[in-house]
């Protein structure tokens, strides 16, 4: 890895000067970045479980997750059951394996394309001064209804619970704050000498967006795709705990505790153990994003 | 200044007539008949065609909004189709919950995490700062509703200090009233005080790097009055914003809580009118949680005068 920024390669011939002291090792650049924030490290490795988890699903889990067996119904945890059943007889261990797919796809969907076309928006407001104001209206319209208010009405109003269904609605709902994040970028870059510059050389506008515009947004932006891909998980599993996402015949963390809800004070393990998963999961989002942001943006790592 | 709360106050109207227009049109950009989805897979095609009229789809969009909007700023939200009582009755018997809830735990939240986000700046680096920072990551994750069972197992089922589920109204006396909210508003409090007590310390941390808080102290003013008067103060426009944003948090968390906890509110009303699929209660709801958006932060912006004198419009 040749990419290593100039300053730090001026610092390791500073420090390597004095022979009493040696060079640093020499490392690529990814397994720098990862032994400096660890909380990438951390975030990372959890997430790649659970990944792991959704994967492999069908060979992980010991029985079928929408297998009804009225015979065991609410079981605690024993041997056969791992996590105990629901109030159909279903094995919860299975069904909380399963449940990853869900959350993970619903997660990464969102993030991937909110950011798709909140960028767009933002690029948009950004360049057309004419319909910076508008579009900027618009958008704080639409930031000022809760998230989960939005998706709810959008999933009253389509047929059926289906993840497609349910990652619309929460794009939709989340497709303003990376407009807003993305229009904030252009401006501050929009005015240094070198787009000047690049426009005075006669770059076309599509040009400057491309070259100059997007590679300083890029990094923001990753940022901000992992802090939604977190909030989507979380918007998934409250959707499907209120009945407003994904039928039981999809097995989402959310809709395993909201069949647990009328039991949770004599049966917790229900609530428990899909709450764990999801609460896992969206903290290994969270790290993999903190360590991230102190990654491309050092200064903010001291502070925030 | 006067003439700047007038124009401050102005531009929330293209807003609030923005959310009006943008949930309305819901109904009309989603895919399929509306009509035909809210009215179930078993519905008979004359109940189909009823609850057409009802929600006026039968009329043209222009005119249907006319009416409706009218409609919602005289306080008029039409009628519910499960109930069939004016949505404005079924609001109003639902607002003392959730509002008591909001309030309460916007109080907890305010209290408890400026100073922590204070102590974390101060002692800049050290294991009480790493503590609370390790609980604000935690905030962000743990989702709403399994930190109230959590709380609820431990404080109400274990230690049987204070009631599981319910509400109990002002009117019954501020004691148990305040009592049955505890839980709720703790619960909701998490994640607010983790977004509130980040921005604090942050902009703690640098404000007291700045050279008026080293004349302070050179001067000898007591490290309390330094955290406190000095620096506070200046810190103070950023917290009042990030507070103002996560109303939106507070609202999406009392949608689920009050289904945790039994709260008779407007989260309740609204989850319950999902099952119903009672579409216009659930506009109704979504239209006044948005107003109360818009307006406390338009109050949040009309402050920033109050707290820093520097700004002036």
Sequence with gaps: MTSAPPEQESYVVARAMPAIISAPPKRNAMMRTLRRHPTMWLGGTLLALVAIMAIFAPIISTSDPSAMNPAVRVQPPSAEAWFGTDMLGRDIFARSVYGARVSLIVGIGVALFATIVGMIIGLTAGFVRWADGIIMRIMDGMMSIPAILLAIALMTLMRGGSVMNVILAITIAEIPRVARLTRSAVLSVRELTYVEAAVACGTSKLGIIRLHILPNTVAPITVQATYICASAMITEAILSFIGAGLPTSIPSWGNIMAEGRALWQVKPNIVFFPAIFLSVTVLAVNLLGDGLRDAVDPRLAKRV | ?313
């Design chain 2, 1 to 313: 200044m006067g003439s700047y709360i007038f124009r401050r106050i102005l531009a929330t109207i293209p807003v609030v007539l923005f959310v009006m227009l943008f949930v309305f049109s819901l109904l009309y950009i989603t895919p399929g008949d509306p009509a035909a989805i809210l009215a179930g897979d078993q519905a008979t095609q004359a109940e189909i065609e009823a609850i057409r009229i009802d929600l006026g789809l039968d009329r043209s969009f222009p005119v249907r909004f006319v009416e409706w909007s009218s409609g919602v700023l005289r306080g008029d939200f039409g009628v519910s189709i499960f109930t069939r009582l004016p949505v404005s009755t079924m609001i109003q018997q639902r607002v003392e919950p959730t509002l008591s809830l909001m309030v309460v735990t916007m109080v907890i939240a305010i209290t408890i995490a400026v100073p922590l986000g204070v102590l974390a700046a101060w002692k800049h680096g050290s294991l009480i700062d790493r503590a609370i920072m390790l609980f604000a990551v935690l905030g962000f994750s743990v989702p709403v509703f399994v930190i109230g069972y959590v709380l609820a197992w431990t404080f109400a089922l274990q230690l049987g200090w204070l009631p599981v589920q319910g509400y109990t109204p002002f009117s019954e006396g501020p004691w148990p009233w305040l009592r049955s909210l505890l839980l709720p508003s703790f619960t909701l409090a998490t994640f607010y005080i983790a977004i509130i007590a980040r921005i604090t310390r942050a902009t703690m941390l640098e404000i007291l790097q700045q050279d008026y808080i080293r004349t302070a102290r050179g001067k000898g003013a007591s490290e309390q009055a330094v955290l406190f008067v000095h620096a506070l103060r200046n810190a103070s426009v950023p917290i009042v914003t990030v507070i103002g944003i996560g109303i939106t948090l507070v609202i999406s968390g009392a949608v689920v809580i009050e289904s945790v906890f039994a709260l008779p509110g407007l989260g309740r009303l609204i989850v319950d009118s999902i099952l119903r699929r009672d579409y216009p209660v659930i506009q109704a709801v979504i239209l006044i949680f948005s107003f109360v958006y818009v307006i406390i932060n338009l109050l949040i912006d009309l402050s920033y005068t109050v707290i820093d004198p520097r700004i002036r419009y």
